[in-house]
Nanobody, 125 residues
Framework: QVALAESGGGSVQAGGSLRLSCAASGYSKTPNYIAWFRQAPGKEREGVACIYTPWGGTHYGDSVKGRFTISIDSGKTTWYLQMNSLKPEDTAMYYC??????????????????WGQGTQVTVSA
């Protein structure tokens, strides 16, 4: 059984940095896509970043481009979200996701098979 476990969330002042981690277990092969999403209270879930693992191509949501970086370790069992220049509007629950089946839309549509439980990020002004 696959499982994803996020860590690294916390509270930080605006302009600060955090690095989130997502530890994956139970996969017999590397998922085709891995990603980070976030959801703030009263708002829709938002795609933050993703990696297409066969060749490492990355994509970012417009609101985080230039500030956030997604990466995956060499063993492809843990992926990260480095968040710099954090803003209060980045406050949200952050979720990692994996495995986007063909036909489930673009990565930002959120049609991933596997999801973690989330880690809270709070940015104060």
């Amino acid at each position: 059984q696959v499982a994803l476990a996020e860590s690294g969330g916390g509270s930080v002042q605006a302009g600060g940095s955090l690095r989130l981690s997502c530890a994956a277990s139970g996969y017999s092969k590397t998922p085709n896509y891995i990603a980070w999403f976030r959801q703030a209270p009263g708002k829709e879930r938002e795609g933050v970043a993703c990696i297409y693992t066969p060749w490492g191509g990355t994509h970012y949501g417009d609101s985080v481009k230039g500030r956030f970086t997604i990466s995956i370790d060499s063993g492809k069992t843990t992926w990260y979200l480095q968040m710099n220049s954090l803003k209060p509007e980045d406050t949200a629950m952050y979720y990692c996701a994996a495995d986007l089946p063909l036909g489930n839309g673009d990565w930002e549509d959120g049609g991933f098979t596997d999801w973690g439980q989330g880690t809270q990020v709070t940015v104060s002004a």
